[in-house]
């Protein structure tokens, strides 16, 4: 499995974050939109936030982004080689990651992206994620900013590390708060996500 992506929430998308920000495009009935910036690696940031150029969803938005009254680090994704294969070993394993979901977002220059992923189950742990034949959203990035390091906080540390060895991925993980660090090197220096 490989990184896909970190999931920063925002109530405001002009927030500046010291990162170059790419434009990705709307979600379409879930009064989201995003933008990306390219971490290296074949991985990407989005920072997600309201979009008001949609009504508000009639169903809550994703990951509990109505409840954030501050921008936060919420979530992770991983790319498996095989998603469907990833989810039923999972679940053979004695955890079941949720149903697998299609979505699709168009791109400011009209590329339509479309993806499968599994809904986030756990806090800590990463959501599962497939581009299929659409293009990576960083095959569209500037180069310019670097993961430098990602750190999962969990309460139960032990708890995130069987579930993420059940799933085959390994990150870091340290007691405390659940929640995650990112640390970021950009042309400007670092900049830290939590």
């Known amino acids: 499995m490989a990184l896909d992506h970190l999931v920063y929430a925002t109530p405001d998308l002009t927030l500046d974050l010291g990162i170059e920000l790419t ?3 709307q979600h379409l009935g879930l009064g989201t939109r995003n933008k990306l910036a390219d971490l290296g690696g074949g991985a990407y ?3 997600l936030g309201p979009d008001p150029d949609q009504p508000k969803p009639e169903k809550p938005r994703p990951f509990g982004f109505d409840e954030l009254t501050e921008p936060k680090l919420i979530t992770w994704a991983v ?3 095989n998603l469907d294969e990833t989810v039923a070993r999972a679940k053979a394993k004695g955890y ?3 149903p697998i979901t299609e979505m699709a977002r168009e791109r400011p220059d009209g590329v339509l992206l479309r993806w499968r992923l599994t809904p986030l189950v756990d806090a ?3 959501f599962l994620i ?3 034949a659409s293009p990576h959203p ?3 990035l500037p180069p310019g900013t670097e993961l430098v390091s990602f750190t999962i906080t969990h309460p139960n540390p032990a708890e995130i590390r069987e579930k993420l060895a059940i799933l085959g991925e390994e990150a870091t993980v340290e007691q405390g708060e659940a929640g995650f660090v990112a640390v970021l090197r950009t042309p400007n220096g670092e900049v830290v996500l939590r």
Do not use: K, N, Q
């Open 23 to 25: 434009e990705g495009g």
């Open 45 to 47: 940031l989005e920072v």
């Open 79 to 81: 790319r498996p080689d």
């Open 96 to 98: 079941d990651l949720g």
């Open 124 to 126: 800590g742990v990463p």
């Open 130 to 132: 497939d581009w299929g």
């Open 138 to 140: 960083t095959e569209s």
